[in-house]
């Protein structure tokens, strides 16, 4: 009988401390965002630009250059996630679910900002690698993607999702 009354008491004297989320606010912070959103582009921009060199190489249409270059800034973010995590010990297939749940917003979010803009762009599409209108295009796209997406990331963040899910590996 008195296990019962314990464990409500417990309960009760944590329950308002969980309920206002009064650690989420410290892991919320905008330079933790940044710092996730950082990360995260790192990966969305080497899966770009590599995209956008093969899509330009192979003599790809501006679509199938934009798919490839999706596809692969998914990739070498979730790829780069996963090295931290599998640094940490973790199992392969748990590493990927990971990553899978830091990382595939924050992409996402990212893609679609930096390719509306390079799409957006007049010319930057059809701009050769060598062409600083296309440089200058997919740096802008990228500034403004991590702007866009710092926010995102902080929300998440502070919801205990995206990034948040990978600091328990560090």
Request: with cysteine.
């Amino acid at each position: 009988m008195t296990h019962p009354a314990h464990d409500h008491g417990a309960h009760h004297h944590e329950g308002p401390r969980h309920e206002g989320h009064h650690h989420a606010p410290a892991g919320a912070s905008w330079r933790t965002a940044a710092q996730a959103t950082l990360h995260c582009l790192t990966g969305c921009a080497i899966g770009e630009v590599l995209g956008m060199v093969v899509g330009a190489a192979a003599g790809l249409h501006n679509a199938a250059t934009v798919v490839v270059s999706i596809a692969l800034a998914f990739v070498f973010g979730y790829a780069l996630t996963m090295r931290g995590v599998l640094r940490a010990g973790v199992p392969l297939r748990q590493a990927l679910k990971v990553a899978l749940a830091a990382d595939t917003v924050s992409i996402a979010v990212m893609e679609l900002i930096d390719n509306t803009v390079m799409v957006g762009v007049p010319g930057a599409m059809d701009a050769g690698l060598s062409d600083a209108l296309f440089w200058v295009s997919l740096v802008l796209s990228l500034a403004l993607a991590f702007v866009l997406t710092t926010p995102v990331n902080r929300w998440m963040i502070g919801r205990g999702k995206g990034h948040a899910v990978v600091h328990a590996y560090h």
